[in-house]
């Protein structure tokens, strides 16, 4: 397997209280921290993860005890603590478009983000 595993994208800003936050020191990931209903205090060198991940697709076979695990937070944060070089990061420094509830579907449905979607370019 390559020496990652992982790739979390984080982010300065804080957009789901549950996503883990991820510690930065000198460029390199130092510490993972889990979020389960708990505020984390704010610091100069903490990102937030956005819930996207780059996942080695034999992750699973090398550490089968993982696909237990209740979600790919708590997957990106046992990895991290058995080999912290397993887990890499890309921060994101951009808005983002979360569709997460019903009523985050029935806006986009209305139209309240036509001219955003509109601008994006077409692949």
Request: charge should be negative; include cysteine.
């Amino acid at each position: 397997l390559d020496k990652a595993l992982l790739n979390c994208v984080i982010s300065k800003c804080d957009i789901a209280p549950t996503h883990s936050q991820f510690i930065i020191d000198n460029g390199k990931l130092s510490k993972i921290n889990l979020r389960y209903n708990d505020s984390i205090s704010k610091t100069n060198n903490g990102y937030c993860s956005l819930g996207l991940m780059v996942i080695n697709n034999e992750i699973f076979n090398f550490i089968p005890e993982y696909k237990d695990l209740n979600d790919l937070d708590q997957v990106v944060y046992e990895i991290f603590n058995t080999n912290s070089d397993r887990v890499n990061f890309q921060i994101y420094e951009g808005d983002w478009l979360s569709i997460h509830r019903r009523e985050d579907i029935d806006i986009v449905k209305n139209g309240y983000y036509n001219n955003l979607l509109s601008s994006l370019k077409k692949y």
